[in-house]
């Protein structure tokens, strides 16, 4: 199993970035898909996640900035950020949980998002 990540960079505050991360390999039955983030000496982060219903849930820090989607039939989760502020910059990290009796996490490499002027 592979999740493949893209869409981060250079963006100067108030601006926008997309990120997407797409699943390949032996996975199914996956019950949901998310996005962490972690700061240079801070702990990771939920950012935001979706269940495969489609329910979301975001930090409070990012409420009606960012928005996750999802395209079940391409294993793909997106995170849309507008407005980002320096306090957003970090590594951002896909992570998708599936499975039927028990669960398993799978991660993402990482993403590098800078907010910055």
């Known amino acids: 199993v592979q999740l493949v990540e893209s869409g981060g960079g250079l963006v100067q505050p108030g601006g926008s970035l997309g990120l997407s991360c797409a699943a390949s390999?032996?996975?199914?039955?996956?019950?949901?898909m998310g996005w962490y983030r972690q700061a240079p000496g801070k702990q990771r982060e939920l950012v935001a996640d979706i269940t495969s219903g489609g329910s979301s849930n975001y930090v409070d820090s990012v409420k009606g900035r960012f928005t996750i989607s999802q395209d079940n039939a391409k294993k793909t989760v997106y995170l849309q950020m507008n407005s980002l502020k320096p306090e957003d910059t970090a590594v951002y990290y896909c992570k998708v949980v599936a499975g039927i009796y028990w669960t398993t996490s799978y991660w993402g490499q990482g993403t590098q998002v800078t907010v910055s002027s």
């Open positions: 390999g032996s996975i199914s039955n996956i019950r949901s």
